[in-house]
């Protein structure tokens, strides 16, 4: 069945498809690249089963600094499907510590952090540890009808809501 990227795109701010064989990652939404730290490509090239493996401790992907990826007063939510043995940072939008949001594995779990400049929240599950190597979907949620952070694994919650 052919997919229509169209209607994939739709109402997402970015998208990274990993075909690159080497270098940042490039959006295929709004141009926004990420910039890749301590990682390489597996299997670059179109198609399916695209991935970047990190060191495990500095590597991450970190997306530019975008009014279109700033936490704010709309909905919001980061997507990644990851796997780990010894942890790190999946995804980070935003340079500043004092201004990013964070998905990450460590020795307690998965765990998520937003901070806006001014606020800082954050959802840890202690003893949920993901370190095992096995393939898993983790999403961030910012609810703004609800006002609540949200974390995420294979379409599950995991934990429960935190204010914001």
Known sequence: MATDNASLRSGL??????????????????????????????QAGPGVNKA????????KAAIVDTAALTFSTNHFA??????????????????SAAARSQLYIDTNGLQTAINDGTNS?????PGATDLDGVLRQYVLVIDRTANVLQAYRNAAQVGADVSI
């Open 13 to 42: 701010s970015a998208a990274y498809e990993m075909r690159e064989a080497s270098g940042n990652l490039s959006d295929w939404i709004a141009s926004l690249t990420a910039t890749m730290t301590d990682g390489t490509y597996d």
């Open 52 to 59: 970047i493996t990190l060191n495990g401790s500095t590597g």
């Open 78 to 95: 980061i997507e990644v499907w990851a796997s780990s043995t010894s942890g790190g940072v999946f995804l980070q939008c935003g340079s």
């Open 121 to 125: 929240y954050a959802n840890a599950q």
